[in-house]
């Protein structure tokens, strides 16, 4: 299985909970790893935000790349996460969940381009069929 892997499971696997064990079983075993850009982002402002220092946020995005494949947006991908972020905000909305980010649909839409699963625990994904659910 081809797998993307969206900041909710990185940020659990550098927590080390179970969850982030799990999602690194997961990720060690993929047929192919992919991040877009927009998650490395995503990771590095929770880090710094939290305080971090810049080597650690640094250290921790080398591993990201060492275990997957950048993704950058290029203008298919951003005519696909446009149409899958309105999808995913037409679902949040009708299940009572904030608005999902445009990273969001980058994420969404990569797995779909890549023939791919969604390695997450973010509500905005549970139940679709690109998902492998990492939640409870």
Not at 1 to 9: E, G, P, Q, R, T
Not at 44 to 59: C, D, F, H, L
Not at 96 to 114: E, K, Q, T, W
């Amino acid at each position: 299985m081809k797998i993307v892997v969206d900041a909710y499971a990185w940020i659990e696997v550098f927590l080390g909970s179970e969850t982030g064990q799990r999602a690194k079983s997961i990720i060690e075993e993929a047929e192919g790893v992919l991040t877009p850009g927009t998650v490395l982002a995503e990771v590095a402002r929770k880090y710094v935000r939290e305080g971090a220092a810049e080597p650690t946020v640094r250290k921790r995005l080398a591993t990201m790349l060492e275990a997957s494949e950048a993704v950058d947006v290029d203008a298919d991908l951003a005519v696909e996460a446009a149409k899958a972020t309105i999808q995913l905000e037409r679902r949040a909305a009708s299940s009572g969940l904030r608005r999902p980010s445009l990273f969001d649909g980058i994420v969404l839409a990569s797995a779909r381009m890549n023939k791919a699963k969604v390695l997450t625990g973010d509500e905005h994904f549970k139940g679709l069929a690109e998902t492998v659910w990492l939640g409870a």
